[in-house]
């Protein structure tokens, strides 16, 4: 059942998408996933990288938590402050408030993608800083899931550089 508009009109409210579930879900997934290899950096590791240029354990967080925010700025229709990944950015002191944010945002991604409906999912279409305007399911797909799996896989081969 809907609600009544101000014109007396019944408002029937979207229901959720089957595949937003799914898309909850993997997003779930691939958090728990990115947190068991962040769980495993010691605390004196944090900010370690394999070489000078690239990224420490704290800066892939840092961006993690920076590219959840961007994704939601674009949810919610506003302008999206430009991301940007470089070694350094992040602070191995605020590792533990970071990676709190991070499971923080992360129920929140599955939340907001579980409640995305058909029109979400298939019509809408989200203007970005570097990317143009893309249909959501693509933005999602590829510029947050994907983009977090890949700096996953990225965690991994640090961790197994660093803990042989």
């Known amino acids: 059942m809907g609600?009544?508009?101000p014109t007396g009109t019944?408002?029937?409210?979207?229901?959720p998408s089957a595949f937003s579930e799914v898309l909850a879900q993997f997003s779930d997934r691939v958090r728990?996933?990115?947190l068991k290899r962040l769980r495993l950096v010691k605390a004196s590791d944090r900010g370690w990288r394999a070489r000078e240029?690239?990224?420490s354990f704290a800066d892939v967080l840092s961006h993690l938590v920076d590219a959840d925010r961007w994704l939601f700025s674009l949810l919610d229709g506003k302008q999206a402050a430009p991301t940007s990944v470089a070694s350094g950015r992040g602070n191995p002191e605020e590792w533990d408030i970071l990676l709190e944010e991070l499971v923080r945002l992360g129920a929140e991604r599955a939340r907001r993608l579980g409640a995305l409906t058909e029109r979400d999912l298939f019509e809408r279409r989200i203007e970005t800083d570097r990317h143009g305007v893309l249909p959501l399911l693509q933005l999602i797909l590829r510029y947050s899931l994907d983009h977090e799996?890949?700096?996953?896989?990225?965690?991994?081969?640090?961790l197994r550089l660093r803990y042989k």
């Open 149 to 158: 799996s890949h700096h996953r896989g990225a965690l991994q081969l640090a």
């Open 32 to 34: 728990a996933s990115t």
């Open 3 to 5: 609600n009544v508009s």
């Open 53 to 55: 240029g690239l990224l």
């Open 10 to 15: 019944i408002v029937v409210a979207a229901e």
